[in-house]
């Protein structure tokens, strides 16, 4: 018999699925779902997605290790020599070129450098269902948000 | 797998692998790419819906998280950071081919085999693509805190730092993502 919510069993269940619980959890979660329809329907759901995951081709770490290699022996200067700020910029999504000497840019067929230099994430989906952006919102919002999905709370625990 | 030439045997950590690479150490690099290409893989897949250009874009990613290694500070995980710039580079790619197109059914790309648990009810490669396919429907926070969450074990504060959200609104973006699923796939 398990007094686990439904709330903490939602939260677990992408790793219940793929494996990644330890043990005393995963048998905590199972009993759970003996007795809760709702959490079950969320696992399989889950379970299908998780299944679905799309096969990596067999062919992709040497393809990635190959060009790696290529880069670092074209690059005229230390390859690493990039500074901090345009690790930032990086991450962020800002193209660093000018930082870059021309090079090998068409010696890898199908194989681009630019990064646009708009912000990357500044997207269509903002907005979802009608509500504010999710980003300018409080905790306090996202909680309320969290309560109006329903996730596990009005399921009781088993 | 890279292991620590002192003789300990034990698996090096990325951060260890990071400051290998960053002193030019080839295998440690090589070993970052087996860990991680996997998951920057599935990332640009569930963005753009295509084997060769999620491949491109797995290579790019790679390509510029090394060229800019010296800066990288461990702020973020590797982990956290080769998945950004992957997701980025997607959205570029996205962009690049202008409006995203309807991508067919069959098109949707080998379906993972694996073997299940006992227990588990097997799902078939039909469902599975219907998945797949309703899965690229939702909006991109949406697809990637589910697929980041579920297919990769990423907790919400880490889809955070990569979608560029706080960790509840990761949370708000996976349990709506996860809603609209179960409407769109009962
Ligand atoms: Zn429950």
Redesign the interface.
């Known amino acids: 018999m398990s007094n686990m919510k439904c709330e903490t069993v939602r939260e677990w269940v992408?790793?219940y699925?793929?494996?990644?619980l330890a043990r005393l959890d995963d048998t905590s979660v199972r009993s759970h779902l003996k007795a809760c329809d709702e959490c079950r329907?969320?696992v399989e759901?889950?379970?299908?997605?998780?299944?679905?995951?799309?096969?990596?081709?067999d062919g992709?770490?040497n393809?990635?290790?190959d060009?790696?290699?290529y880069?670092?022996r074209s690059?005229s200067r230390p390859?690493?020599?990039?500074?901090?700020?345009?690790?930032?910029a990086?991450?962020?999504?800002i193209g660093f070129s000018s930082d870059?000497p021309e090079q090998s840019e068409s010696a890898i067929p199908?194989?681009?450098?630019?990064?646009?230099d708009e912000n990357?994430?500044l997207?269509?989906?903002g907005l979802?269902?009608g509500a504010p952006a999710?980003?300018a919102?409080s905790?306090e919002a996202?909680?309320q948000?969290?309560d109006e999905?329903d996730?596990g709370g009005a399921g009781g625990s088993a | 797998m890279v292991r620590d030439d002192e003789g300990s045997g034990e698996v090096l950590s990325d951060e260890e692998l990071v400051e290998r690479g960053r002193a030019g150490d080839d295998a440690a690099l090589s070993e970052l790419v087996e860990r991680h290409h996997a998951a920057a893989y599935r990332v640009a897949f569930s963005m753009l819906q295509e084997d060769d250009a999620a491949q491109d874009v797995v290579q790019d990613a790679f390509i510029k998280a090394f060229r800019a290694l010296a800066g990288f500070r461990g702020e973020a995980s590797f982990r956290t950071w080769i998945l950004t710039i992957a997701g980025n580079e997607a959205r570029s790619a996205l962009r690049r081919r202008g409006r995203r197109r309807e991508t067919a059914l069959e098109d949707a790309g080998p379906v993972r085999s694996q073997q299940k648990p006992p227990d588990m009810e097997a799902v078939d490669a039909q469902e599975a693509a219907w998945a797949r396919k309703m899965m690229g429907t939702l909006p991109e926070k949406q697809k990637l805190s589910v697929a980041l969450r579920i297919e990769e074990g990423l907790s919400f504060k880490e889809i955070g730092e990569i979608i560029g959200s706080s960790e509840g609104a990761a949370r708000v973006n996976y349990f709506h993502g996860i809603r609209r699923l179960r409407e769109l796939l009962q």
Do not use: M, N
């Open positions: 992408p790793d699925v793929s494996g990644r329907a969320e759901l889950a379970r299908l997605i998780f299944e679905s995951r799309v096969d990596v081709p992709l770490a393809r990635v290790r060009a790696v290699r880069d670092r690059v390859w690493w020599g990039i500074t901090a700020a345009a690790v930032a990086l991450a962020l999504g870059r199908g194989y681009a450098y630019e990064l646009d990357l994430w997207s269509d989906d979802i269902a999710l980003d919102l905790d996202l909680l948000f969290l999905l996730v």
